[in-house]
């Protein structure tokens, strides 16, 4: 099968950073926005044993996944989408929990209102994120930006999705909490899950690569191998060009 025959559509979703780069994301995400902004938080006094725990086990679960990816990350890069876009849906819950930490802890709220409204905010997120990420694929619009195009079709909902959550989030907040600092706090974590949710689009594009593993081979030979191999593929590459040009 040669190159030209793989469609725009599959092109474009067949962009790929490095395997280094791929851990540098991982070093940074993992330890900057859910370690220092998310978790240390979520630590704070005071602590909610039921948020603590309802977050602390999936933290433990994700940075014990993410060990294989910083020590080989070539030979795990197929399987770094489905762990980064995990790592997005869990990142994105923690800073819904440390939220509801703020309005339960330091305004003392009782009752279930704010947790099931923003249990509600939270899984539309993650809902809207994914349905625009597909969207922007099977609609050609990724192809079209990567090309330099200006002009795409895509429905208001998808940009105003992010802009509605965080309103949503300071809004409802708004309610329970008269203190306009962590009214900001809360503001400045909602722009940040909308970051974080969109990285759970990494799930769907795991899937999309094994299921067009053959076109990725054909785009990306090196894709999946590890270094030493891929530095083998990448002097016959260079001799095949050379020849070539001879």
């Known amino acids: 099968m040669k190159q030209e025959k793989v469609d725009n559509i599959t092109l474009s979703y067949l962009r790929f950073q490095s395997p280094r780069e791929n851990r540098s994301n991982i070093l940074v995400f993992l330890f900057v926005f859910l370690d220092i902004i998310g978790v240390l938080f979520l630590l704070?006094?005071?602590?909610?044993?039921?948020?603590?725990?309802?977050?602390?086990?999936?933290?433990?679960?994700i940075h014990l996944w993410a060990?294989?990816?910083?020590?080989?990350?070539?030979?795990?890069?197929?399987?770094?989408?489905?762990?980064?876009?995990v790592y997005g849906v869990i990142n994105t819950f923690i800073y819904f929990l440390v939220i509801q930490k703020f309005i339960y802890s330091h305004f003392?709220?009782?009752?279930?209102?704010?947790l099931i409204l923003g249990s509600i905010l939270f899984a539309s997120l993650l809902l809207i994120m994914n349905?625009?990420?597909i969207r922007l694929l099977y609609s050609g619009t990724y192809s079209r930006l990567q090309k330099g195009e200006k002009t795409f079709n895509l429905s208001p909902i998808a940009p105003a999705?992010?802009?509605?959550?965080?309103?949503?989030?300071v809004?409802?907040?708004?309610?329970?909490?008269?203190?306009?600092?962590?009214?900001?706090?809360?503001?400045?974590?909602?722009i940040l899950s909308v970051a974080t949710a969109y990285f759970s689009t990494s799930i769907h594009k795991y899937f999309y690569i094994r299921r067009n593993i053959e076109k990725?081979?054909?785009?990306?030979?090196?894709?999946?191998?590890?270094?030493?191999?891929?530095?083998?593929?990448?002097r016959k590459g260079k001799k095949r060009r050379r020849h070539e040009k001879a």
């Open 44 to 61: 704070g006094e005071p602590l909610i044993p039921s948020l603590f725990w309802g977050g602390i086990i999936p933290v433990i679960f």
């Open 161 to 169: 999705s992010g802009i509605g959550y965080v309103l949503g989030q």
């Open 67 to 85: 060990i294989p990816y910083i020590i080989a990350p070539y030979t795990f890069e197929s399987s770094y989408y489905l762990f980064f876009g």
């Open 216 to 234: 990725v081979k054909q785009v990306y030979p090196p894709f999946g191998l590890p270094e030493n191999e891929r530095t083998m593929i990448e």
């Open 108 to 114: 003392q709220i009782i009752g279930i209102a704010p």
């Open 171 to 190: 809004i409802l907040s708004s309610f329970f909490v008269e203190s306009v600092k962590f009214l900001m706090i809360i503001g400045v974590l909602s």
């Open 131 to 133: 349905w625009m990420n």
